[in-house]
């Protein structure tokens, strides 16, 4: 035991079971910056461990096993700083700025207790889809080179004052773009589209902005940083340096199914809001855009949402579900665990209830499944909330598919990381 290779095994063994244990789910949620912390400095001991633990070895015969481990780490790292430039970054001169960064604003709703987190990339052309994520950074902190993974919880293009769930059109420029049929998002956007008149600044002159929106819960650690940041300011309101690196994840082909049945409790609004207005997007009928000219299947779409704060579904309804909402294929129901009451009459500009309590999960899903079988459609249910009502819903298909209604794809979206 005295003989130095094995001391440094041991020392490699002890710490390979520290970064299991600083793994495990509840610490990462509950302290995410120690869990990166740790895993980050456990990982480059363990590392060092095995060097030394093999260096016995005549010509470090063992060495050829790990310097690939450190090879991959290295290209991993050098990767993402590339990909976080090339998101964050725009260099060009042909605009009035040669070097354009991203630009961030967040606003904490202290009734909703939730930060609304607005990033404009400094690259526009990237293409978020539903069902990604970001890893945001802050990096004018001592801690600036965390990264926190969030979906993205909604998009839309800028042109001007002008806002529109459509993009440039390849191929076409701005100007040509025929975006009348499909909605505009609220929040500070007029009701037009880029076409505006022949009065107004060309088109072509202004410069094309991607926004995305993050809906953020602040805990401990970096949210609620966040949050105290907002708070420091009279209107709650912070203009701050947030880079993004991404977008990450799969999307479902939810525009496959004639039925969607969209279940979410939350900020797992986050996971919905992108399909929804993908669904907007899709159903324009002369729609020749980004979207591989698949236009959507679906008949019927609703949205069943539980949270604690009612305001935090009267903000959202009114800007990214306010279109959606005036739909006559979109439905949605909306629940509120803490303060209904106070938004019970009427919390929307469409005549929309917030009930109180949660969703009979099982009877609804019974409901749904019965009215596609009977309709030979097929049915989507996509789930994104806390444990207890992901479990319900899975149990509650299951149920429904034993029952003879398999035209069902169940899809379950991350809550937690």
Known sequence: MSKTYVLWGILGTFVMILVLITSLDRIRIATYELFLIAHVVLSVLTLVACFYHTVVFEGNEYWKYLWPSVAIWVI???LRIV?????????????????????SRMVYDETADVVRLEVTPGIPSLQPSPGQYYFLYQPFRLTGWESHPFTIGAWSYEIGDCTSLVPKSEGKPIGSLDVSHVPLLAGGASDRDYQGNSESV????????????FWVRPYDGWTKQLRQQCLSSPDQTSETTILLEGPYGETFPLWSYESVLIIVGGTGIASAVPYIQDHLRRSVEDWDGR?????????????VWTTKQAAFIQDVSRRELKHALKRADFNASFYATRDSTAFAEDPTDFGVDIQAGRPHLQSLIM????DACSAGTSLAILVCGPSTMADEARAATHLAMRQGYHSIKFVEESFTW
């Open 76 to 78: 991993d790292r050098f």
């Open 83 to 103: 990909r976080l430039c090339y998101c964050n970054l725009h260099v060009s001169s042909s605009n009035r700025r040669l070097v354009k960064v991203s630009v």
């Open 202 to 213: 060309s088109p072509r002159e202004e410069e094309l902005k991607l926004k995305l929106t």
């Open 291 to 303: 979207l591989e000219n698949e236009k959507t299947r679906v008949r019927d779409m609703e949205l």
């Open 367 to 370: 409901s749904r499944a019965c």
